[in-house]
């Protein structure tokens, strides 16, 4: 009868395992790159656009990024959002880039730091 439990609830665990990787596969197989960017505001004028000097990349952690390829002097453009616009010149700001299969593309402010 114990042995009949435990064989039960084993699987009944490892069933729902796979469900929840099956779920969360599809997900993930979605994303083609996603990147996360470090760097740090050095332009904040009234008449001109916000500009951010990106200083390292490096991988997310549900794909690898190719954006770390493709040169020193590449530029990137977004629609930076309010809370970014009202920071100082010299913040600190920490991106995630995530781009689709499909094309679409994301980028998502995870941390801010104003300079001391």
């Given at each position: 009868m114990k042995n009949k439990k435990a064989l039960r609830s084993t699987l009944?665990?490892?069933?729902?395992?796979?469900?929840a990787s099956l779920i969360a596969g599809p997900t993930m197989a979605e994303l083609n790159q996603e990147c996360l960017f470090t760097g740090e505001i050095v332009q904040k004028q009234a008449d001109t656009p916000l500009q951010i000097r990106f200083t390292g990349i490096n991988d997310g952690e549900s794909a690898r990024c190719r954006?770390?390829?493709?040169?020193?002097?590449?530029?990137?453009?977004?629609?930076?959002?309010?809370?970014?616009?009202?920071?100082?010149?010299?913040?600190?700001?920490?991106?995630?880039?995530?781009?689709?299969?499909?094309?679409?593309?994301?980028?998502?402010?995870?941390?801010?730091?104003?300079?001391?």
């Open positions: 009944i665990a490892a069933g729902t395992a796979m469900a954006a770390k390829r493709r040169g020193a002097r590449s530029k990137v453009q977004f629609k930076a959002s309010a809370e970014i616009q009202s920071l100082p010149e010299g913040s600190e700001v920490l991106y995630r880039y995530q781009e689709l299969k499909d094309g679409d593309n994301t980028w998502e402010l995870l941390s801010a730091r104003t300079p001391i």
